[in-house]
């Protein structure tokens, strides 16, 4: 008899892409689905990213590269720090990964001990909780409400900090709420940081290009904390680069070099094209983005004017990202013919199967009443998934 391991079987599987299979068995069913539950723009890479690829292909760049990423790839990630973010990371203070989601697994890896608490505002992305408990270490969760835009407090950060607290991580613009905070907002969080040296703050910035308030804010750029800030990005999101697999981080240095060695007996370094593909992207103006960012805007305006036709749906404004996440709390309780709704979960499994549109429940990111709705869709199946959803919660009584 085969027995895996315990921390195997203690993982959840991650709830956005147990949700994508559910929604590729339907279609292959030959339902109709529209999958809002995937967070991936649907727009294609940008051409110019795309042929400096194929010139790297052409040039032969096809060999083994060092782990933390080519030396000039690692210049252009200290220069896109700096002109970007007010970031000072040296190039031996940057490793390169396949993917943002490696950067914060390894360095949890790096970092935790057993029994290490790290502290994560909830919502928090999917893959986070489970991440710590790979690691070792024990989620500390503050809980936080549409209200309120989703954002904790100082006070709430404060009172949260044990002798164990060795991590904070948190996204901004975030995923799943679109939550942003400015910059007074954390730098009223790093005043607690500051009086807490040993704790370590993995700023988690993916989303950094689609933020529609305001100029994105890196928490690492507060002085009294820069030294304790790890600061992780990637180009799935603003780049439209999810297939391609790059994300990078930059970090104290015994971090980094720990972050290196980790990566060194797991995947050595990232797709040798991808990294010359990188290159060309983080050096060029961030206006390249501008134009998605905007569709991003008028589909978040979009949403929010339909979902809001739907009396029991509780919305804000999210400021970033790509996701509404509605408090659906008044649809608990309420049933339809087979279907009982007695939780988010069953709320998202009814939206498919009623009306073939894929949403995620708010379980897998820490809040329980709510729903993620990615709108990295066109708009017109934006349109047509939001007047589907619609007519199937109007039966549920």
């Not at 010139?55 to 990423?69: E, H, Q, R, W």
């Not at 002109?83 to 360095?107: E, F, M, V, W």
């Not at 009443?369 to 039966?395: D, F, G, H, P, Q």
């Amino acid at each position: 008899m085969i027995v895996l391991s315990k921390k195997i079987r203690n993982m959840e599987e991650s709830a956005t892409l147990a949700m994508a299979r559910k929604s590729r068995e339907l279609k292959d069913k030959g339902k109709a689905i529209i999958n809002l539950s995937l967070g991936e723009p649907d727009f294609n890479t940008p051409e110019f990213i795309k042929e400096s690829a194929k010139k790297a292909i052409d040039d032969n760049f096809s060999k083994y590269t060092p782990v933390p990423g080519y030396k000039d790839l690692l210049e252009t990630v200290s220069e896109k720090f700096k002109r970007d973010n007010n970031l000072i990371y040296d190039t031996n203070q940057i490793i390169c990964s396949t993917g943002a989601k490696q950067s914060i697994a390894q360095l949890l890896m790096v970092i935790l001990d057993e029994g290490d608490e790290v502290i994560l505002p909830a919502p928090y992305w999917v893959s986070y909780y489970q991440m710590i408990k790979l690691a070792g270490g024990i989620p500390k969760v503050i809980n936080t409400d549409i209200k309120n835009n989703f954002k904790i407090t100082a006070k709430q950060l404060n009172n949260t900090i044990t002798q164990k607290t060795k991590a904070f991580l948190f996204s901004s613009p975030c995923n799943p709420t679109g939550t942003v905070y400015n910059e007074e907002e954390l730098t009223k969080l790093s005043q607690v940081f500051s009086k807490n040296k040993n704790i370590i703050v993995i700023s988690d910035e993916i989303y950094e290009h689609i933020n529609f308030k305001e100029t994105h804010f890196s928490i690492g750029r507060i002085k009294d904390i820069k030294d304790q800030v790890v600061t992780v990005n990637g180009l799935s999101k603003g780049f439209a680069m999810t297939g391609w697999r790059f994300g990078y981080l930059g970090a104290p240095k015994e971090i980094a070099a720990a972050c290196i060695k980790m990566q060194g007996q797991i995947t050595s370094a990232t797709c040798s094209i991808t990294q010359r593909a990188a290159i060309t992207a983080l050096s060029a103006s961030p206006k390249c983005t501008y134009e998605m960012r905007t569709k991003f805007k008028y589909r978040r305006n979009l949403m929010i004017k339909l979902l809001s036709e739907i009396e029991k749906l509780k919305i804000n404004t999210p400021e970033g990202a790509f996701y509404i996440f509605p408090d659906v709390s008044g649809y608990i309780g309420t049933s339809y013919m087979n279907y009982k709704i007695k939780n988010a979960n069953d709320l998202a499994m009814f939206l498919l199967e009623d009306c073939g549109v894929a949403t995620v429940s708010g379980s897998a990111f820490g809040a329980k009443k709510y729903l993620r709705i990615s709108y990295a869709a066109s708009e017109s199946k934006l349109t047509k998934a939001c007047a589907l959803i619609k007519s199937s919660l109007n039966k549920l009584q």
